[in-house]
């Protein structure tokens, strides 16, 4: 079993910056990810990478202003957001999948999620 737990969130303003963070402990992962979801809508990837390889990939969205980024060692996974917009709002899941060498993108086919934190941008 994985357990995945979620720090960071918080309300800020647009144009701010916020840093989540996503620590696992369990077995061995192959891609860990963030995926978001506001109110009313379906949920969305965001940002995911591999656990062994520099490959990451973004949504259109967040392309240019969120980063991801793991420290293995720590086992944790970050999710760097610069110039938030109001759009940006939602509640932001870390996730994980055991096996695979390809970047998860499709909610049903995750393997693990986090709790969730909630991050509002206000205008």
């Known amino acids: 079993q994985v357990q995945l737990v979620e720090s960071g969130g918080g309300l800020v303003q647009a144009g701010d910056s916020l840093r989540l963070s996503c620590a696992a402990s369990?077995?061995?992962?192959?891609?860990m990810g963030w995926f978001r979801q506001a109110p009313g809508k379906d949920r969305e990837f965001v940002a995911g990478?591999?656990?062994?390889?520099?490959?990451?990939l973004y949504a259109d969205s967040v392309k240019g202003r969120f980063t991801i980024s793991r420290d293995n060692g720590k086992n944790t996974v970050y999710l760097q957001m610069n110039s938030l917009k109001p759009e940006d709002t939602a509640v932001y899941y870390c996730?994980?999948?055991?096996?695979?060498?390809?970047?998860?993108?499709?909610?049903?086919?995750?393997?693990?999620w986090g709790q969730g934190t909630q991050v509002t941008v206000s205008s």
């Open positions: 996730t994980a999948d055991r096996t695979g060498s390809r970047i998860q993108t499709t909610p049903s086919l995750i393997d693990y």
């Open positions: 369990g077995r061995t992962l192959s891609t």
């Open positions: 990478i591999l656990w062994r390889g520099p490959s990451t």
